[in-house]
């Protein structure tokens, strides 16, 4: 790995040897090791010395073979606590906005309900519904919907049966069984639409965002009157948030 700048050849090959532990063995001796960088075994054990020492990595007490160690985990944590999702996501939302002119939103999953962190609003659309902090439930909506989707079963059992199924406008499922044939063609479609569900006139199709534990953390949509999001505007609106969903997710550390 090369870049611009000195490169310290000690250092270079201890991040190489923390590379090794992210493939599929995640316990390697000094052996291979060894063979894997192209080093001497006593030259590969002292470079995993030292990265044993700042806890880096950890010897597994029954077979003498190394793994990560927490002290990853601890950086990594920190790294994750700093990630503003409303700021890594902005720059795609407004993109979003400015190709399909249309109002472009995105919420994160809060205590069994969607939450709006963000939205992008265009000249051609008025959205009232939709408001930054405004809690929405997840069994009508486009982002609600696309996380629900992506949940354990256990989880959206657990929504559907603790919280009020009620109908916003005519269009809205209320029934389970309803809802949750549903959530099987979004999970088939690999996206939600939200037809007149949480306001007459208004269609919305949404993707979820997977957080570094590729779990669905939260949504983007792009919202329009229903007359002029058509079929064929879904499929292209899907197909553009599938691409800005996984941007984020990647950024938010999700290997999806």
Not at 146 to 156: G, H, R, T
Not at 158 to 180: F, N, W
Request: glycine share 8%; proline share 5%; with cysteine.
């Amino acid at each position: 790995m090369k870049g611009p700048g000195v490169i310290i050849q000690s250092v270079d090959r201890a991040l190489q040897i923390i590379d090794f532990f992210t493939g599929p063995q995640a316990e390697l001796g000094i052996t291979e090791i060894a063979e894997r960088i192209g080093l001497g075994k006593s030259t590969v054990y002292g470079l995993v010395n030292t990265l044993l020492k700042a806890g880096y990595l950890e010897q597994n007490p029954e077979n003498k073979r190394y793994r990560l160690g927490l002290r990853l985990f601890e950086l990594g944590s920190i790294v994750q606590s700093r990630m503003d999702v409303r700021e890594i996501a902005r720059p795609y939302l407004e993109a979003l906005s400015q190709k399909f002119h249309m109002t472009v939103h995105m919420g994160i999953y809060r205590d069994w309900e969607m939450v709006y962190i963000d939205k992008v609003d265009s000249p051609n659309t008025r959205i009232v519904y939709s408001q930054v902090g405004k809690r929405a439930p997840m069994y009508c909506t486009g982002i609600g919907k696309a996380v629900l989707a992506n949940m354990s079963p256990a989880d959206v059992r657990y929504i559907l049966d603790s919280r009020p199924l009620e109908p916003l406008t005519v269009h809205t499922l209320t029934k389970p069984e309803e809802i949750l044939e549903e959530l099987e063609r979004v999970r088939t479609n690999g996206y939600a639409v939200d037809n007149e569900e949480v306001e007459l006139g208004l269609r919305c199709v949404a993707v979820p965002v997977y957080d570094y534990r590729k779990k669905p953390v939260a949504a983007v949509s792009i919202s329009c009157a229903a007359a002029y999001l058509n079929e064929a505007k879904i499929l292209e609106a899907a197909t553009a948030l599938g691409e800005t969903a996984k941007e984020i997710s990647k950024r938010l550390g999700s290997g999806i």
